[in-house]
Nanobody, 128 residues
Framework: QVKIVASGGASVQTGGSLTLSCTVAGFFFDNYAMAWFRQSPGNEREGVACISRTGVTSDYTGSVKGRFTVSRENVNDILYLKMNSLKPEDTAIYYC?????????????????????WGQGTQVTVSS
């Protein structure tokens, strides 16, 4: 049974930092590209970051470039999202997703197509 669980969400002030984690079970983590998405009330789901199976390639949506860093530990089946310089507009539920396509993070495919597996989210709230 596939299980993907995000954790690490919290309430922080503007300018603060958080690191989200995503643990998985039920599939071979090393074979999947992984991505972070977020959704705030009244808004559509938005792609945040994507990382290839090996971790060599990553991609970010423009609003988080330079502030967020996606990484992964294949030996432990964990995905991370390090978030710095947080802004109120970063407030959302953050989800992680997995996809088997080797080019999932390329050419903005991860922003245009649906991932194979989705996990439970974690709430991030940034106050001004």
């Amino acid at each position: 049974q596939v299980k993907i669980v995000a954790s690490g969400g919290a309430s922080v002030q503007t300018g603060g930092s958080l690191t989200l984690s995503c643990t998985v079970a039920g599939f071979f983590f090393d074979n999947y590209a992984m991505a972070w998405f977020r959704q705030s009330p009244g808004n559509e789901r938005e792609g945040v970051a994507c990382i290839s199976r090996t971790g060599v390639t990553s991609d970010y949506t423009g609003s988080v470039k330079g502030r967020f860093t996606v990484s992964r530990e294949n030996v432990n089946d964990i995905l991370y999202l390090k978030m710095n310089s947080l802004k109120p507009e970063d407030t959302a539920i953050y989800y992680c997703a997995a996809d088997l396509r080797p080019d999932y993070c390329s050419g903005s495919k991860w922003l245009r197509t649906d991932a194979k597996y989705w996990g439970q989210g974690t709430q991030v709230t940034v106050s001004s």
